[in-house]
């Protein structure tokens, strides 16, 4: 079975600055995929950025980053220039690769920006 | 571009009815996944659909059911109705693309519904 563990369940960030959202995982498996959603007051499940584990290159969509280190089985996320709208809870998620497989949550981090 | 889409928003049902929540996953998407999200709670997964088959099943309890319809729809039909069962169910659609080096079946999350059992 494949576990997600988020430690940091509160963070907090000054508007533009730059926050880190940890993020570790443990599984058997050698090909899986592992996201970060994030969820606004709204309640919507959001898909803000996505890390093949075959890839070494981690991914980036623009102000997000990863961090994805497999070895140490560890997937951060790096919020940069921070912004009000970027206020949600954040969760990382983990995925065996192949057909119609499920999302296997952390528990998140709730994430505020502060103006 | 067009999203999941799930039907009703918002339901209240008492103890012990049931309740059929409905998934209109996004067109050309041939997979549907329910998840169930209980307050202060990250989602668990339900069940999954793949062409209409039942693909991959997690923690449904037995008084739960689901099906997908043959325009991929999907229905989660939920009988005997406990006050545990409050939550916010999100549907989510993907299109399982073969190989690894695909899209990673990245999952698209409607609204989801709040159902609330009182």
């Known amino acids: 079975a494949q576990t997600v563990t988020q430690s940091q369940p509160e963070m907090s960030v000054q508007e533009a600055e730059t926050v880190t959202l940890s993020c570790t995982y443990d599984?058997?498996?050698?090909?899986?995929?592992l996201f970060w959603y994030k969820q606004p007051p709204s309640r919507q499940m959001i898909l803000v950025i996505r890390?093949?584990?075959?890839?070494?290159q981690n991914a980036t969509e623009n102000r997000f980053s990863v961090n994805f280190q497999k070895a140490a089985k560890s997937f951060s996320l790096k919020i940069s220039d921070s912004q009000l709208g970027d206020t949600a809870m954040y969760f990382c998620?983990?995925?065996?690769?192949?057909?119609?497989?499920?999302?296997?949550f952390g528990s998140g981090t709730q994430l505020t920006v502060l103006p | 571009a067009a999203g999941v889409i799930q039907s009703p928003r918002h339901l209240i049902k008492e103890k012990r009815e049931t309740a059929t929540l409905k998934c209109y996953p996004i067109?050309?998407?041939?997979?549907v996944y329910w998840y169930q999200q209980g307050p202060g709670q990250d989602p668990q997964f339900l069940i999954s659909?793949?062409?209409?088959?039942?693909?991959d099943k997690g923690s449904i309890p037995d008084r739960f059911s689901a099906q997908q319809f043959s325009d991929y729809h999907s229905e989660l039909n939920m009988s005997s109705l406990e006050l545990g069962d409050s939550a916010l169910y999100f549907c989510?659609?993907?299109?399982?693309?073969?190989?690894?080096?695909?899209?990673?079946?990245?999952?698209?999350f409607g609204p989801g519904t709040r159902l609330t059992v009182l």
């Open positions: 998620a983990f995925m065996i690769a192949g057909s119609a497989r499920q999302l296997t």
């Open positions: 067109p050309r998407h041939d997979t």
């Open positions: 989510a659609s993907s299109l399982v693309l073969a190989g690894v080096g695909g899209s990673g079946n990245e999952q698209f």
């Open positions: 890390q093949e584990a075959y890839k070494q």
């Open positions: 599984t058997s498996e050698s090909n899986y995929y």
């Open positions: 659909f793949y062409e209409k088959m039942q693909s």
